[in-house]
C-alpha cells in the first residue's frame, strides 16, 4: 500500500504512518512540479519583456532616423545681400502705385544687383551658376518687399536672401567637413564651392530657423516647399470627417445597444460592421472615386470628399469602441432610470451617454488619428494633386500631410528627404497629441460608479 | 403559447391551490391568473393575489422560485427582457397596467421601484431625488423642488445625513445611507406602490435595521411589496407573507400566522429551514 493511500477505493483506513509517508511523497512531488511552475513563470516575463523591448527599440530606431533627417529641415541657409533699390533702375518713385511696382522688372534687377557685387564674374555661364545660388523666387520676393513698403526704393538695404537647396544642402551637410568626393552631397559646382566659401568667410551665410516650411505650401523648389497647405488640408478633412462620423456613429451605436431588438437583422448588421473594420482603406478610396466623383460628379482633390471617405473609413472603428463603452455602463444604472418611470430616451441621453462619453470620445479621437494618418483612399479621389496654395475651404483642391509625404518622398532633388522626414515629425507630433488627448479626456472624464 | 405550455398551464391549475388567504376586499393591486414565460421556460404559475392598501407584503421563498420575477411584473419592468412574455390580469385600481393604453412611464411612477444593490445615479445627491420630479414635471419653479427633494430626504431620515453634501456625488455614501436614498428618490415622486427587491441584501445589520425602520413608517402611506431573503426581516416588517415555491404561490396569509402555524406543508419545511 503506497500509491494507493491518497485514493478512495482503500478499504481499510490508512495507519497515521503511512499517512505521514504518503503527505512526504506528496511534499517532494510538489517541490519538483513547484520549480517547474516557477521557472516557467519566469520565462513567461522574459519572453513579455524581450517583446517589449524590442518593440520599444524599433520605435526608437525609427524616431531617431526620422529625426537625425528631418531636424536639420529646420533650418534654412540665408544669404546677407547688400541691394540698392535704385529708382532709377526699377523705373520706379517712392510714390508708385502698387500697378507700376509690379509691372517693374525686379528679375533683371536682382540679376544686375547680384553682378554689382561681383564685378569679376564676367562670363555668361559663371553668371547664371552665380544666380543659381538664390532661390529663383528673389525676384518675386523683392518685389513683395517693396510692394508692402514702397519706401525702399532708393535706399539700400541688406537683404537676408534664401539660398537655393543646392547652396543649403552643400552648407549643412558639407561645407567645412573634410570629405571624399564620394560622400560630398553636393550638386555645385567648383566655382559655386568657391563662391559659397568666399560668403561664408565675409559672414553673409545664415542659418535661420526654417519659418518657411510653416508659411508655405507645397513648390517644385524644395527651400520654398511647406507643409502649410498640407496641414490645412488635413485639418479641413479631419473637420469634415469629425461632423460627419461622431453622430453617425453615436446615434448608431445607441440605437444598436439600446434600442434594436436582436435578431437576426441586428446581427447581420454587427457582422458586416466588424467586416467593413478590416476592409483595406484603398477600398473605401474606389468607392468615394466610383460614388461621389464619378456618380455624384462631386468635385476631386478636394477636403470634403477626403472626408466622406475617411468618414466611411472611421465609422466602424468609432461604432465599436462607441457600442463597447454604452456595454460597458452598469445595468443597474438603466434599472433606476426606467425604475423612476423614465422613457427610454431619456435613460440613454440623461444616464447612459454621460457615462459612456468617455469611451465614446477615446474611440473617435483614435479613429481621428487613423484618418489623420490615412494616405492610400485619398490617392484614390485625387488628393495627391501638387497644389501650391493653401486651401481655405472645405471645397478647394487641397493634399493633406501623409500625402504630402508620400509626394516628397517621390522628388528628385536631395533637399526633399529631410522636408520628407521633417513632415513626418510634424504628422508624428500631431499623432502623439491626440493620443495623449485621448488618454487625458479618458482620465478627466472617467467617473465612478 | 404553444400547445406544450398550454398543458402545462392548465395541470398547474388543476393540481394546486395558493392556501391561506391571498384575496382581500378593496386591495390596491390585483393580480389574477398571472403567468410568466421567459421564452419557452415558464417561471410563474398561475398566481392569484391581493396587495392591500397601506401595507407591507412580504414574498418569500427559495432561490428562483419567481418572487423577484413576480415582483417585477407589477411595475413592468420585464418589460425590458425581450424574451420575458406576461399573462393573466394585473390590476392596479381596477386598471389593467397591461393594457395597451397603459404607458409604463406613467405606470411606473405610481408603482415606484427600490433594488437589491443601491443604485444611484453617478451624480449629486440633490440630481439623485430631483430626478424623478423633473421628468415627470412634478415642480414648477427651484423653489418647490428643493423642498421636494428636503421633504424626501426627510422622511428616509437622511436628511441631517446629507445637508450639508447635497451636491457632492451620491456614490461617496455608505451602502445603507445610498439604500436609502434610493428609496428618497422612489418617494419624490408620491408614488402610490412601492416595489423593494431584497432591499438589504447588500447592506449591514445596522443600516439594514435602519432601512427596516423605514419602510414600516413609509407604510402609513405606502402600499410597500417586498421580496426578501430573511424570514426574521418578513416577519418584522410585512402584515401579510406570500411564500413561494417552484413559481407558484403556495400560502399567503397573516404573517404572524405564515410564520407561527404556517397552513401548507411546504411553507413550514421552508420557514422551519428543511428547505431553502
Request: hydrophobic share 45%; with cysteine.
Amino acid at each position: 500500500m503506497t500509491d494507493s493511500s491518497n485514493t478512495a477505493s482503500n478499504d481499510s483506513m490508512p495507519t497515521p504512518v503511512e499517512v505521514d509517508q504518503a503527505r512526504a511523497e506528496l511534499a517532494k512531488r510538489r517541490a519538483a512540479s513547484l520549480k517547474k511552475r516557477n521557472a516557467a513563470e519566469k520565462r513567461f516575463q522574459w519572453a513579455g519583456r524581450l517583446s517589449i523591448a524590442f518593440g520599444i527599440a524599433c520605435v526608437l530606431f525609427l524616431f531617431t532616423d526620422i529625426f537625425s533627417k528631418g531636424i536639420s529641415a529646420f533650418t534654412q541657409t540665408y544669404i546677407d545681400v547688400e541691394i540698392t533699390f535704385d529708382a532709377e533702375q526699377l523705373g520706379l518713385t517712392p510714390q508708385s502705385t502698387e500697378k507700376e511696382i509690379k509691372a517693374a522688372s525686379f528679375g533683371s534687377f536682382f540679376k544686375k544687383s547680384l553682378r554689382a557685387q561681383y564685378p569679376e564674374i564676367t562670363e555668361r555661364k559663371a553668371k547664371r551658376q552665380l544666380y543659381a545660388l538664390f532661390t529663383s523666387d528673389m525676384p518675386l520676393i523683392l518685389r513683395n518687399m517693396v510692394v508692402a513698403d514702397p519706401s525702399l526704393i532708393g535706399t539700400t538695404q541688406t537683404i537676408s536672401m534664401i539660398a537655393d537647396d543646392d547652396f543649403d544642402t552643400y552648407y549643412k551637410h558639407s561645407y567645412g567637413k573634410n570629405l571624399g568626393p564620394d560622400e560630398k552631397i553636393s550638386r555645385l559646382n567648383e566655382m559655386q564651392e568657391n563662391l559659397v566659401h568666399q560668403l561664408v568667410r565675409s559672414g553673409a551665410v545664415k542659418k535661420k530657423f526654417n519659418s518657411i516650411l510653416f508659411t508655405n505650401s507645397d513648390s517644385r523648389e524644395p527651400e520654398l516647399a511647406g507643409i502649410k497647405g498640407a496641414i490645412m488640408g488635413s485639418i479641413l478633412t479631419l473637420f469634415v470627417t469629425l461632423i460627419l462620423s461622431f453622430p453617425i456613429a453615436v446615434a448608431t451605436a445607441i440605437y444598436l445597444e439600446e434600442f434594436a431588438p436582436t435578431n437576426k437583422i441586428t446581427d447581420f448588421i454587427e457582422v458586416n460592421i466588424n467586416n467593413l473594420a478590416a476592409v483595406p482603406s484603398v477600398i473605401f478610396g474606389l468607392l468615394g472615386l466610383a460614388v461621389f466623383i464619378n456618380f455624384f460628379g462631386m468635385p476631386r482633390s478636394v477636403p470634403l470628399i477626403g472626408g466622406f471617405v475617411l468618414t466611411l473609413m472611421t465609422l466602424p472603428t468609432i461604432i465599436i469602441s462607441s457600442r463597447a463603452a454604452i456595454k460597458a455602463v452598469p445595468p443597474s444604472i438603466r434599472e433606476a432610470a426606467l425604475g423612476m418611470g423614465a422613457s427610454k430616451v431619456q435613460t440613454v441621453v440623461h444616464h447612459v451617454l454621460p457615462l459612456a462619453m468617455p469611451g465614446m470620445l477615446t474611440g473617435t479621437i483614435i479613429g481621428m488619428a487613423q484618418a489623420l494618418g490615412e494616405t492610400a483612399p485619398l490617392l484614390m479621389i485625387g488628393m495627391v494633386a501638387f497644389i501650391v496654395d493653401a486651401p481655405s475651404g472645405i471645397t478647394d483642391p487641397a493634399t493633406v500631410l501623409p500625402v504630402q509625404i508620400f509626394l516628397w518622398s517621390d522628388s528628385p532633388e536631395r533637399a526633399f528627404v529631410e522636408k520628407t522626414s521633417a513632415a513626418i515629425m510634424v504628422l508624428l507630433t500631431f499623432l502623439i497629441c491626440m493620443n495623449s488627448l485621448a488618454v487625458w479626456l479618458r482620465k478627466r472624464l472617467e467617473r465612478r460608479w | 403559447m404553444n400547445t406544450a405550455q398550454q398543458s402545462m398551464t392548465e395541470i398547474v391549475k388543476e393540481t394546486y391551490q395558493t392556501s391561506g388567504h391571498p384575496l382581500l376586499d378593496d386591495p390596491k393591486m390585483r393580480v389574477r391568473g398571472a403567468n410568466v414565460f421567459y421564452a419557452q421556460k415558464q417561471a410563474i404559475f398561475d398566481v392569484n393575489l391581493d396587495i392591500g392598501k397601506n401595507q407591507v407584503i412580504s414574498m418569500i421563498g427559495p432561490s428562483g422560485c419567481g418572487k423577484s420575477t413576480f415582483l417585477r411584473c407589477l411595475n413592468r419592468m420585464n418589460d425590458t427582457i425581450d424574451i420575458c412574455r406576461v399573462e393573466g390580469q394585473l390590476l392596479l385600481e381596477s386598471q389593467d397596467i397591461y393594457d395597451k393604453k397603459i404607458d409604463v412611464v406613467e405606470l411606473r411612477a405610481r408603482v415606484g421601484m427600490v433594488f437589491q444593490k443601491p443604485n444611484p445615479f453617478p451624480k449629486s445627491i440633490y440630481e439623485n431625488v430631483a430626478y424623478g420630479a423633473r421628468i415627470h414635471g412634478l415642480t414648477d419653479n427651484k423653489v418647490q423642488l428643493d423642498e421636494l427633494v428636503e421633504k424626501s430626504l426627510i422622511r428616509c431620515g437622511l436628511w441631517n445625513e446629507v445637508k450639508d453634501r447635497l451636491e457632492e456625488p451620491a456614490t461617496g455614501l455608505s451602502g445603507g445611507q445610498q439604500q436609502r436614498l434610493c428609496i428618497a428618490r422612489a418617494i419624490a415622486v408620491n408614488p402610490e406602490v412601492i416595489l423593494m427587491d431584497e432591499p438589504c441584501s447588500a447592506l449591514d445589520p445596522i443600516a439594514t435595521a435602519t432601512v427596516e425602520e423605514l419602510i414600516h413608517e413609509l407604510s402609513e402611506n405606502f402600499t410597500i411589496c417586498i421580496v426578501t431573503h430573511s424570514m426574521q426581516q418578513a416577519a418584522r416588517v410585512s402584515q401579510r407573507t406570500a411564500y413561494f415555491h417552484l413559481g407558484k404561490l403556495i400560502e399567503v396569509n397573516d404573517t404572524s400566522q405564515v410564520f407561527t402555524n404556517p397552513e401548507h406543508q411546504l411553507t413550514e419545511e421552508y420557514i422551519t429551514g428543511r428547505i431553502g
